[in-house]
Structures are given as structure tokens and as C-alpha cells.
């Protein structure tokens, strides 16, 4: 048995599994190396390529290699159409990516792989994480749960401390900020708050380099490179500004030569520069952190630690920005790169114990970890109400912080005594929010009611949140017994169950 933790990054996908003494490993690819990158390139007749191959692949021809699909992942837009007239979403890009990990493990253990835990940023809607699902699902992987991926980091910290302590985990990686507040307490892990941004990531910072070294290279040579006539240009730009940003974290300036079309450039970047190029990126960071300790009732006091998750906490204005904002020295005592996957391993293993499997692994039958992990929502979720003066906002059943599983009942009134349909929409958002600033994810519609005089709050919702914090939503009227229900796909658009017709 190969009890599996997948975390899918937006720039590098990374594999654990736990060895036979019960610990959580890296499972390295194919080529030997700990990370995958998060990259698929197509090539006619072929099946596609998957990480290193793929990004040298590209660099000749960038056209056909496709990277950072996780910042869309659930999204239906076509990010590639191959010569057969196939489409690609970024879920299937996401699948062939997954695909692609699976056959190294299964290569590096001579084992099938069939099931493991999958991790997804904490703020990732709905229909991204049955994306995510979905993903696994078609490279022939069940899901058995999704984790957040700051929870999974929280849990490998808290295993690997084995003492009672509150925290919190900053992980800042190529894509997504996320910001989570946990409490370590005997073997329960408890998640009391997340939060995050959704595009703030080593990317963002890759991205504010890109222009001041192009623009010092346009000044020195008086020639503007465009993408059309020189592409090559552009992806020597883009590795070469990944390599300053990485030297920049151990050095206080760096060098760099960028060349086209016969003339060349020595470009000198400091770590000053870059940093006050990247101000505004910390800045935002730092507030997602007060905001996610602010939430809980806490104050940064309050916490013992903060923990280093995401490649990007290599940043040093990163690391002192939030030792400033929190008092406390930050530290990552598990790689950070790791410690969401090693956790995601983990929590494997919890989730098989609690089927009732033996845990087997290389011959030997290991305990699962001691812990209950309980999650909490990163948004809230409620339906969309009319005010008395028509405007519509979102009244919210379960709030964001609610720990998960959970199911939550509330009652409306129709707007008009004599209505005969009913219309829930199902928003993701705060109390009071309106409608137009909230995410609309889903509609239930009540229909052939009878007309009732009294204005009774008649009509009931129900949500109930499962374990990978996915919504099911169920909608009825009191008075005729109509009910239909929705489980949000968005592979196959909302399913809305046929109304089913009781005696009041
Ligand atoms: N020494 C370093 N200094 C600065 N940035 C670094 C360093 N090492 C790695 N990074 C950045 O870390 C990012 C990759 O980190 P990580 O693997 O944690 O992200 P990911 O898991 O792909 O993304 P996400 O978790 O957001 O989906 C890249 O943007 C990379 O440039
Ligand atoms: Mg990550």
C-alpha cells in the first residue's frame, strides 16, 4: 500500500509518501529530483510531456507549453486545441500533470496507485476544488480528501512537535497566499481561521523584475524586442528573472546578461531595488496575515509560532515584514517546500485508518497518526435575500470560520404573498454583502407553489458542508412539501434533482 499525499503547485508539484516507520517522505520523479515542475507541453502525435522536459521543450517553443494552470484551474476557457481539433481545460491540464506523478511513484514503489489526499489552496472555491477531484478522478486517482494546503503543513508541524501550541502558517508559494490559524491541543488539530489571496505568489514578484530589467535592456541597446519577433527573448527573460529573484534571497545584488538579435546587456539588479519594486506585493500579505489572526479574536500574542510554508518565505523582505507585523522570529523547521505534501501524506493516513484499513507499508503494518483534524470554512456561504427596499444581499446560514462537517437549517419568507416560484441562489460571500459582491455559485428553483396569505417563513434551506468543504444545498416549501436540492458540479453545470412533490 502507498499511502499518498499529492500536493499539485502552481509552479511545482510535489509527491510524499509515508516509509514503513510511519514518517512522510518525498517521493522523488523519474529523473531523481523532489519537485515536479507544474508544466505540460504538447507535441503533434505525441503524448504530451510532463515537468523539466516539458519547460526545455518550450523554451524552443513556448507556444505549445503550458505552465501556472492552477491560477485557473475550474475554469472552463480552452487553454490549447491540438491538431486532432482536442481541447484542453485547465483541469485537463491538471489531469495530465497528475497522470504524469502517478506513473513516477507507481515506476519508483513497482505499485499501482489508486487513491490519496489532495491538497488545494484554502480559499479555493467550490468548483475549483471538484476540479481538482475531477483531475484526479480521470489519471485514474481516487481523492479520498482534499486538505487545505496550509492545514496540511499545520499537520505535519503539529505530528512532528507532539506538543500543545497555537500557530499560525504564512505560505506564500508561486501562486496563492494562504494565511491559517491553528491550535494544536493533545490530538486534536484545530484550523480556527483561514484566509488568503487567491493571485499573490513567486510569480507576482517574477513579475515586477520582468519590465525593469526589459526596460534597462530597451535604454542600453535602443531596441525594443517584441514577443512576435522575438520569442526566444521572452523565455530567456523569464529564466533569467527566476535565477535573479532566487540569488536575490542569499545576496544583495545580482547580475544578469540578457541578449537579442546580436546586442546584450549586463543588467544589475539589488535586493533594494527589488524589494521597492515589490512593496505593495508584502504589503498585501501582511495585511491577509493580520486579517486572518484579527478574524479568529486573537491577537498576534496569542500565538507561539509562526511557521514558513511556500518557496516565496525565502523572500528576506518577506521574512521581515512578518517578523515586524508579529513579533514573533518565524521559522521553518520542516522544509518548507514539504511540509504541505508530508502533511497531505499524513492525513492519508488518517483517512484509511478511519475506513478501517490496516496501514501496510514495504511489509509492515504502521499506526496512523494520532490526531483529529478539525477543518473550518474559508468563506461563508448563505442565499440571496430582497431587502425591503429591493436591494439584494447575501443572508448568510454558515459563516466563514464554521467547522466542517457541518449542516445548518434557516427559513424565508417569500417576497410576494401570492409567488408560486422561488428562486434560491446560492452565494459565497459575508453577511450583509450584496449580491453583486459576492461569488454566485449555484441556483435552486421552487416552482408550482400554492399561493399562501400569511407571510410565513416558508421556505427552509439547508446547508450542509461535507468534509473536503463542499456545499450541498437543499431548498423546500413548507407548505406543499416541494423540495429540490443542488450538488454543484461544474463539469456538468448545476444538478438540480427533480422536484419532488409531498403532502404538505
Ligand atoms: N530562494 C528563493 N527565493 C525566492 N523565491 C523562491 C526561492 N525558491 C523558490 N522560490 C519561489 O517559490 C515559488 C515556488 O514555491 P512552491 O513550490 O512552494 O509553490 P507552488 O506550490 O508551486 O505554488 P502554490 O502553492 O502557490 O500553488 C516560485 O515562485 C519560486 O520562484
Ligand atoms: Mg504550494
Same mark, same amino acid.
Request: hydrophobic share 35%.
Given at each position: ?5 499529492? @500536493? ?8 510524499? $509518501? ?46 505549445? =507549453? ?33 497522470? $504524469? ?40 486517482? %481516487? ?16 505530528? @512532528? /512537535? ?9 505560505? #506564500? ?35 515586477? #523584475? ?11 541597446? /535602443? ?43 549586463? =543588467?544589475?539588479? *539589488? ?10 506585493? =508584502? ?6 496575515? %493580520? ?61 484509511? $485508518? ?15 497518526? %494520532? ?5 473550518? *470554512?474559508?468563506?461563508? =456561504? ?12 447575501? $443572508?448568510?446560514?454558515?459563516? /466563514? ?12 419568507? #417569500? ?68 423540495? &429540490? ?9 448545476? &444538478? ?9
Amino acid at each position: 500500500m502507498i499511502v499518498l499525499g499529492i @500536493d499539485v503547485g502552481t509552479t511545482r508539484s510535489k509527491v510524499s $509518501a509515508l516509509d514503513d516507520t510511519g514518517r512522510a517522505q518525498i517521493v522523488l520523479n523519474h529523473r531523481g529530483d523532489p519537485y515536479t515542475p507544474s508544466a505540460v507541453y504538447f507535441e503533434e502525435g505525441r503524448t504530451p510531456i510532463v515537468g523539466v522536459e516539458a519547460l526545455a521543450e518550450g523554451f524552443l517553443y513556448p507556444q505549445y =507549453v503550458h505552465t501556472c494552470f492552477k491560477r485557473v484551474l475550474g475554469s472552463s476557457d480552452v487553454l490549447f486545441t491540438d491538431a486532432d481539433g482536442d481541447t484542453y481545460t485547465a483541469t485537463d491540464l491538471t489531469r495530465i500533470l497528475i497522470a $504524469a506523478l502517478k506513473r513516477d511513484v507507481e515506476n519508483r514503489f513497482n505499485q499501482e496507485v489508486d487513491e490519496a489526499v489532495f491538497t488545494v489552496p484554502a480559499n479555493f472555491q467550490d468548483h475549483r476544488k471538484q476540479a481538482m477531484i475531477d483531475a484526479a478522478e480521470g489519471a485514474g486517482i %481516487k481523492a479520498i480528501k482534499l486538505v487545505h494546503e496550509p492545514t496540511a503543513a499545520g499537520i505535519a508541524y503539529a505530528l @512532528d /512537535k507532539n506538543k500543545d501550541f497555537r500557530f499560525g502558517v504564512f505560505d #506564500l508559494g508561486g501562486g496563492t497566499l494562504d494565511v491559517s490559524i491553528l491550535e494544536s491541543k493533545g490530538d486534536r488539530i484545530t484550523v480556527l481561521n483561514s484566509t488568503g489571496r487567491e493571485k499573490l505568489g513567486g510569480e507576482d514578484f517574477s513579475a515586477r #523584475l520582468k519590465p525593469h530589467i526589459l526596460e534597462q535592456f530597451i535604454k542600453e541597446n /535602443k531596441y525594443e524586442p517584441t514577443q512576435e519577433s522575438d520569442p526566444l527573448f521572452f523565455q530567456e527573460l523569464a529564466d533569467k528573472v527566476e535565477q535573479a529573484k532566487i540569488q536575490l534571497s542569499q545576496k544583495n545584488k545580482t547580475r544578469i546578461v540578457v541578449g537579442c538579435q546580436g546586442r546584450q546587456s549586463i =543588467v544589475e539588479i *539589488t535586493r533594494d531595488r527589488f524589494d521597492s519594486l515589490t512593496t505593495d506585493l =508584502v504589503q498585501d500579505a501582511m495585511d491577509c496575515t %493580520k486579517e486572518a489572526v484579527e478574524e479568529t479574536g486573537l491577537s498576534f500574542s496569542d500565538l507561539d509560532t509562526f511557521i514558513l510554508v511556500g518557496g516565496s518565505v525565502r523572500i528576506p523582505a518577506v521574512q521581515s515584514a512578518l517578523a515586524d507585523l508579529t513579533s514573533i522570529v518565524p521559522h521553518c523547521d520542516i522544509e518548507p517546500d514539504r511540509a504541505v505534501c508530508y502533511g497531505a501524506a499524513q492525513m492519508c493516513a488518517m483517512e484509511l $485508518a478511519k475506513s478501517g484499513k490496516t496501514i501496510m507499508v514495504g511489509g509492515r503494518a504502521i499506526p496512523a497518526p %494520532k490526531a483529529f483534524v478539525q477543518e473550518s *470554512t474559508a468563506h461563508g =456561504v448563505g442565499c440571496c435575500v430582497a431587502e425591503k427596499d429591493g436591494t439584494l444581499r447575501n $443572508a448568510v446560514i454558515l459563516p /466563514k470560520g464554521t467547522p466542517i462537517p457541518m449542516t445548518k437549517t434557516d427559513r424565508f419568507a #417569500l417576497h410576494e404573498e401570492d409567488q408560486t416560484e422561488a428562486r434560491i441562489e446560492v452565494l459565497q460571500g459575508d453577511e450583509g454583502q450584496e449580491r453583486d459582491e459576492c461569488l454566485s455559485i449555484g441556483e435552486i428553483v421552487l416552482s408550482d407553489l400554492p399561493p399562501e396569505h400569511k407571510k410565513s417563513r416558508r421556505i427552509e434551506v439547508t446547508y450542509a458542508i461535507d468534509e473536503n468543504g463542499m456545499i450541498h444545498t437543499t431548498g423546500k416549501d413548507l407548505v406543499s412539501g416541494e423540495q &429540490a436540492e443542488i450538488r454543484i458540479d461544474y463539469n456538468k453545470g448545476i &444538478a438540480q434533482s427533480d422536484s419532488d412533490q409531498q403532502a404538505a
